[in-house]
T-cell receptor, first 113, second 113 residues
Framework: TQLLEQSPQFLSIQEGENLTVYCNSS?????LQWYRQEPGEGPVLLVT?????EVKKLKRLTFQFGDARKDSSLHITAAQTGDTGLYLC?????????????FGTGTQLKVEL | KAGVTQTPRYLIKTRGQQVTLSCSPI?????VSWYQQTPGQGLQFLFE???????NKGNFPGRFSGRQFSNSRSEMNVSTLELGDSALYLC????????????FGQGTRLTVV
């Protein structure tokens, strides 16, 4: 069974601070996606990383895929209250998985003024 | 371009009843996946449909079933409902069977009493 562990589970910070969320697995994934989910809504896709070592930037968010394609990180610079939400990483399996995504345990982020 | 539409948004059912949830994917997307989200287990994959065929299935009992129509719309059915089936059911739309970028609907909140 492929499992994705995220850390930290909860994070409460002040606006303007930086933070990093980690997503780790013992399994190799063909690609990894990051989503943000707000209460009562479905997850919204932020980014997809495919190549080991890949780094992608989305405004203040920086995503990195580990060299071995087993782990990933999300770094937010100068967090804003609008960044509050549940951050989920999701891995797509290497073989036979089709479009099945294995989701991480989630990181609940709260950014306060 | 319309997003993924799930109906109904909220549903209350009694133990032992059955329920059918509906999902209309993004226009042009042919793959539909279903996920169950609960506070304890997080997001778990139920199944994926592509070209009216189930392509992948998660570890859920046979009470959970689904189908896909020729217009790519999908339904999932849960029979003999149990209290533990209370969850947010999410539908994800992807372009094709091996395109893992998933776009989620708002979900159907099912409460079993």
């Amino acid at each position: 069974t492929q499992l994705l562990e995220q850390s930290p589970q909860f994070l409460s910070i002040q606006e303007g601070e930086n933070l990093t969320v980690y997503c780790n697995s013992s399994s190799v994934f063909s690609s990894l996606q990051w989503y943000r989910q707000e209460p009562g809504e479905g997850p919204v896709l932020l980014v997809t990383v495919v190549t080991g070592g890949e780094v992608k930037k989305l405004k203040r968010l920086t995503f990195q895929f580990g060299d071995a394609r087993k782990d990933s990180s999300l770094h937010i610079t100068a967090a804003q209250t609008g960044d509050t939400g549940l951050y989920l990483c999701a891995g797509a399996g290497v073989t036979g998985g089709g479009n099945k995504l294995t989701f991480g345990t989630g990181t609940q982020l709260k950014v306060e003024l | 371009k319309a997003g993924v539409t799930q109906t109904p948004r909220y549903l209350i059912k009694t133990r032992g009843q059955q329920v059918t949830l509906s999902c209309s994917p993004i226009s042009g997307h042919r793959s539909v996946s279903w996920y169950q989200q609960t506070p304890g287990q997080g997001l778990q994959f139920l199944f994926e449909y592509f070209s009216e065929t189930q392509r992948n299935k998660g570890n859920f009992p046979g009470r959970f079933s689904g189908r896909q129509f020729s217009n790519s719309r999908s339904e999932m059915n849960v029979s003999t409902l149990e209290l533990g089936d209370s969850a947010l059911y999410l539908c994800a739309s992807s372009l094709g069977h091996l395109n893992t970028e998933a776009f989620f609907g708002q979900g159907t909140r099912l409460t079993v009493v």
